[in-house]
Each structure stands twice: as C-alpha cells, then as structure tokens.
C-alpha cells in the first residue's frame, strides 16, 4: 500500500525543494563577491557554504564589485576611525602617566632617606611611590582596552562576512513563486487521488512554512519533509475510537451493542461483517449477524456461508422481506441469549438510489444503532471518499472501514477520507482471510510514505 504515493512524493518534494534551491542561486552577483580586504586575511568560509557558481565571483566586473560594497566598506572604515578616537584618548594618558612616573623613579635618592626629614619632602617622596604603584594599574586597563579593540574589530569582520554568507546562503520565497513550484507536488497528490480538501490544507502549511522565510539551501528538503509530516499527522488524526471499551460499557447495561454497516454495491461490505465478527471471537465477544440486505440475490447466503465457518449465529428473513424487521429480530435475539455485539449487514446502494436511501433511514430508525460504520473500497480512490459524505449526509456515520487496501497502491482514499467527513478510520482491509484486518494506526501510514 502506499508505493505509488510514496514514490510520487518523494520525487515531487526532491522537485520543489530542488526549484526552491535553484531560485536562490539566482541571487545577484553582485552580492556574491568576496568580503572586503579586511575581512580577506581570515579563513575562506567558501567550503562551507558557497557552490561552484559562487566561486567563480573573479569573472564579476571589477568596477561592479567596487559600486556594490563601496558604502558598506566607506561605513566600516569610518566606524573603524570612530573607535580609534574613543580609545585615543586613554592611551594617551597612560602612556604620558608611565613617562611621567619614570622620570619620577630615575630622581628617586639612592641612598636610604634620613630618619628626620622636613616634612615637605616626606609628601613628596609618598606621591613619587603612590604614582610607581599606579602603574601596574594602568598597564592592566590599556591590556583590556587592546583585547576590547581586537575583539570589536574580529565581530565587525564576521559579522560583514555572516551577511554575505545568509545573503548567498538564503533566500526569501515569494508567494507567487512557491504556487509556480508547488504544482509538481500537487500534480503527484492528484494522481494519488487525494482529494483536494487535503490537498488545499498541505498546501497551506507549506506555503506558512516557506514563503516570505529565510530558507538555507541546505535545509529545504528537510523543512518540506517535516512540514508534510506535520500535516498528514494532522490529516490522520481524527478522535479515535476504543470499540472494545464501548462494547464493554454497554454490556454492563445488559445490552448488546448494535452496528449497522452502510456502503455501496461491491464494496466489501459483507466481507468485511465476517472479519469483524472474528475479530470480535478473537477478543471473547460473542457476536450475531444479521442479514438485513433482503434486496441484492445472494446476500443472505453469502453471510449465512460466513456465519457457518465462524460458527457465529445469524438471523435472516426471505429476499424481499422489511429489513428494518430483520434488523429489529436480530437486536431481540442477541438481548435474549445474552450476546454481546450485532452486526447488521444492509443492502449496497448508490446515494442516487432514492428508495434504497429512505430505506437504509427507516433501519437506523427502528435498530438505533450504537455505531454507524460506512465501508468504503480503497481502490476507488475519490469515489470512495464522495460516497462517505454521501452517506454522512444521509446517516451521519460515525466511523469509517477501508476494503482492499493491499490492492491500493495511491493510498489517496485513506489519507483523505477522514479528514473530509471528521470521522476516524477503525479498520483496513489488507487481504481475503478473516484475520485480514489491521487497526488503522497512522503511525503505519506515515512510516509506509517515508515520512516517519
């Protein structure tokens, strides 16, 4: 399932994220030439973020490359100067107080001061010995002054270079560019037959994630692969259903819970009652089935042959009989014997189908089912998710059961019908024996599309 649709997206989403990376080559060249030659001594970041095209900049007109970084170049220079003249006027100072304090040291007496001194001259020599012990100050604050220059001086290089880099690196997409791109992608999910409603909504979510962002070249591929991820999580994750814990609940009433299944001819419809039913024996429930088509030729035998090999008790009329009163004998039969679960299997029929349509109400009517589970073949792609609103309309179903998805290989089908009508997918029907049927976990889903 899913190998179709997987290998369409994988090559649709190498196609946009390849014409995402091909629109930001197309940055002008001017903007692609080197740093200024201030910023030439420090290490090339070329390998690390240039392309080929990029490397080649020397074939850029000279004369060009001086009008484009002329102002940025004038401006650092005379922020250069700025600074220079903030840190002048310190240096200046120490350097004059160490002259200063040197030739004070050089008049210092050699000879050891006499005991009794005027006192003019003990202040004096106090001052002398105060500015000596100033030095080592001073000489620390000019070292921590230089660091702060060069290190002011080494950010204002790597920040020039960092704009060249995001400038040559990134690119903003536009929103008319990215509906021109997104095409190969909507193209493949059409072909997959997902519908539109979930087409509009992926769409959306990469449109919020990659238009009017700054996107590295290097990280599209990835942003659109989560982005879609994001999505389909999104998509799939209708409120699930726990139809073991209802049936539970429901026994503790001392009630049997009802099912009725809906859906069109050749569905899988009755199919897909038996696999229920032994996955209802396989987790101690005992269920009754109930062949309430009395319309298509074969019906009540295809069951009756179903119920007979899972030694499951079924409750039938003749063709033609009222199949609400089948459905009606069958609800009263389970109450009876103490069952835990009907199944009501009802007639395949067409949203067109007026009668059939009217009908199918006046079964929920007098069954008052607890679940209404439409059951739709996979392979039908759209169909199948037209017919479930159909139905819904009609109904208001509240779960969903896909048929022969081992056969789809679009997928479109399971990605889109829940998402359309609101209702959770329980079950995919993944082969021809009874014990063919898979609880729907998107997890699965997004795993086989390569997304997870």
């Known amino acids: 399932m899913f190998g179709f649709l997987k290998e369409k997206l994988k090559n649709a989403v190498s196609k946009l994220s390849g014409d995402i990376v091909k629109e930001a080559e197309e940055i002008t060249e001017e903007v692609e030439c080197a740093a200024p030659s201030e910023a030439s001594h420090a290490p090339k970041p070329a390998d690390e973020f240039s392309t080929p095209s990029q490397q080649s900049h020397e074939e850029v007109s000279k004369p060009r490359k001086q009008e484009v970084l002329a102002g940025a170049i004038e ?8 600074k220079k003249e903030e840190k002048k006027g310190f240096f200046s100072k120490f350097f004059a107080k160490k002259e200063e304090v040197t030739e ?7 000879a050891p001061v006499p005991q009794v001194a005027p006192l003019e001259t003990q202040l004096k020599t106090a001052k002398k010995h105060e500015e000596i012990s100033a030095v080592p100050k001073l000489a620390e604050e000019a070292v921590v002054a230089i660091k702060e220059l060069e290190q002011e001086e080494a950010e204002e290089k790597r920040g020039f270079l960092t704009k060249i880099r995001e ?5 903003r997409l536009s929103e008319d560019k990215f509906e021109d791109i997104f095409f190969d992608l909507e193209l ?3 072909e997959s037959n997902v519908a539109v409603a979930v087409i509009e909504k992926i769409k959306q979510d990469l449109k919020d994630r990659l238009v009017d962002h700054k996107l590295s070249r290097f990280k599209i591929e990835n942003i659109i692969l989560e982005t879609l991820k994001k999505s389909l999580d999104e998509i799939l994750s209708a409120t699930p259903i726990d139809l073991l814990q209802r049936i539970v609940e429901k026994r503790k009433q001392s009630q049997p819970y009802v099912i009725a299944f809906v859906g069109v001819n050749g569905s899988g419809k009755t199919t897909t009652i038996a696999k ?11 269920p009754v089935l109930v062949a309430a088509d009395t319309f298509r030729a074969a019906a009540i035998q295809q069951l009756e042959e179903h ?3 899972l030694c499951v008790k079924i409750i039938k009329h003749d063709y033609g009989s009222d199949p609400a009163a089948v459905a009606f004998d069958g609800i009263a039969y389970a109450r009876a014997k103490n069952a835990d679960v009907v199944l009501i299997d009802t007639a395949g029929r067409l949203h067109s189908n007026t009668n059939l349509m009217d009908e199918m109400k006046k079964i929920m009517r007098i069954a008052n089912p607890d679940l209404k589970i439409f059951i739709g073949e996979s392979i039908t792609g759209n169909d199948c998710v037209e017919q479930a609103q159909e139905f819904n309309d009609a109904v208001v179903i509240d779960a969903i059961v896909l048929s022969k998805t081992d056969v789809d290989e679009k997928g479109g ?7 359309v009508i609101g209702k959770p997918i329980l079950f995919l029907g993944s082969g021809q024996t009874y014990d063919s049927l898979l609880p729907f976990d998107k997890e699965v889903i997004l795993r086989n599309l390569g997304l997870a």
């Open 104 to 110: 004070a040291t050089l008049q210092l007496p050699t």
């Open 413 to 419: 089908a399971a990605i889109s019908v829940s998402y």
């Open 276 to 286: 229920m039913a032994k996955y209802f024996q396989n987790n101690n429930l005992k």
């Open 75 to 82: 401006e650092k220079e005379e922020k250069k100067e700025e």
């Open 188 to 190: 493949a999910l059409l």
């Open 167 to 171: 400038t040559v690196v990134s690119k």
């Open 307 to 309: 119920a007979n090999k």
